[in-house]
């Protein structure tokens, strides 16, 4: 097992950084000492982008995923592109336009659990499409009540900032865990809990992908759906841009 120190916990607006190969696993994944390159997790996709080398050269990174464990993360090269050495020192870029879509749209997701308090038991954050299901039987929701109760929260411009709490608070109050199938994972000491609005005023739930540091970074967003999957469950799908006439 490799420890990764991921850059991108604290410092989400990082763009690169140089890091040296600690090694490259069986299938072609490049293991760094640390890195700006989100892992796929959480339901928020792997960052994509590229390695710089000292003789200028240029290698594309098409994924990036966790490895053997949470902590090891590793990033996957497009096909056909060369390996870097062992102990080498590269330069890393990810594709920022790309994140902070993700960023944007990861943020909206924790807004849209704050108004539809129900447990969640799948996400998916896409660039231009997002997806919660709730353990919801009967959605007595709109698209439209969702979408103006959202802006609201985005026009309100709530900070969004991250809180390192111990396992006996998380222990204290089991609302904080939003989804039905997914624990923050225990035995690790200190969970990061990810909070909007002045004293969490808004939400706080455990997290550990990457958020806007205000929701008025967000910008304008809509419910483009809300499916019924199953009795006891409905998707939410969240779009950028203004809720559709008709
Ligand atoms: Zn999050």
Same mark, same amino acid.
């Given at each position: 097992?490799?420890?990764?120190?991921?850059?991108?916990? =604290?410092?989400?607006?990082?763009?690169?950084?140089?890091?040296?190969?600690?090694? %490259?696993?069986?299938?072609?994944?490049? %293991?760094?000492?640390?890195?700006?390159?989100?892992?796929?997790?959480?339901?928020?996709?792997?960052?994509?982008? !590229?390695?710089?080398?000292?003789?200028?050269?240029? %290698?594309?990174?098409?994924?990036?995923?966790?490895?053997?464990? #949470?902590?090891?993360?590793?990033?996957?090269?497009?096909?056909?592109?060369?390996?870097?050495?062992?102990?080498?020192?590269? #330069?890393?870029? %990810?594709?920022? =336009?790309?994140?902070?879509?993700?960023?944007?749209?990861?943020?909206?997701?924790?807004?849209?659990?704050?108004?539809?308090?129900?447990?969640?038991?799948?996400?998916?954050?896409?660039?231009?499409?997002? !997806?919660? =299901?709730? =353990?919801?039987?009967?959605?007595?929701?709109?698209?439209?009540?969702?979408?103006?109760?959202?802006?609201?929260?985005?026009?309100?411009?709530?900070?969004?900032?991250?809180?390192?709490?111990?396992?006996?608070?998380?222990?204290?109050?089991?609302?904080?865990?939003?989804?039905?199938?997914?624990?923050?994972?225990?035995?690790?000491?200190?969970?990061?809990?990810?909070?909007?609005?002045?004293?969490?005023?808004?939400?706080?739930?455990?997290?550990?992908?990457?958020?806007?540091?205000?929701?008025?970074?967000?910008?304008?967003?809509?419910?483009? #759906?809300?499916?019924?999957?199953?009795?006891?469950?409905? !998707?939410?799908?969240?779009?950028?841009?203004?809720?559709?006439?008709?």
């Amino acid at each position: 097992m490799t420890r990764t120190e991921a850059l991108f916990r =604290d410092k989400p607006y990082l763009t690169s950084t140089e890091a040296a190969v600690l090694g %490259i696993n069986d299938r072609g994944g490049v %293991i760094l000492d640390r890195t700006v390159f989100y892992a796929t997790s959480g339901g928020q996709p792997g960052d994509t982008g !590229r390695f710089l080398r000292s003789d200028g050269s240029r %290698i594309a990174v098409a994924a990036t995923v966790t490895g053997l464990t #949470k902590d090891e993360i590793v990033h996957v090269p497009a096909a056909g592109e060369p390996l870097p050495e062992v102990g080498e020192t590269l #330069k890393l870029e %990810i594709d920022w =336009d790309r994140r902070y879509r993700l960023m944007r749209m990861h943020t909206a997701c924790h807004l849209l659990s704050a108004i539809c308090p129900f447990p969640i038991t799948g996400a998916s954050v896409g660039e231009e499409d997002s !997806r919660l =299901d709730f =353990d919801l039987p009967d959605a007595g929701f709109t698209k439209e009540g969702v979408t103006e109760e959202l802006m609201a929260l985005v026009a309100a411009d709530h900070p969004v900032f991250t809180r390192l709490i111990d396992e006996e608070e998380l222990a204290a109050n089991p609302s904080l865990v939003k989804s039905k199938n997914v624990r923050p994972p225990a035995g690790t000491g200190r969970i990061r809990l990810v909070c909007i609005g002045e004293g969490s005023s808004v939400d706080s739930q455990p997290c550990g992908g990457t958020h806007v540091g205000r929701t008025g970074e967000i910008g304008e967003i809509h419910i483009g #759906k809300i499916e019924k999957k199953g009795r006891e469950n409905r !998707r939410f799908r969240i779009r950028f841009g203004p809720l559709p006439a008709g």
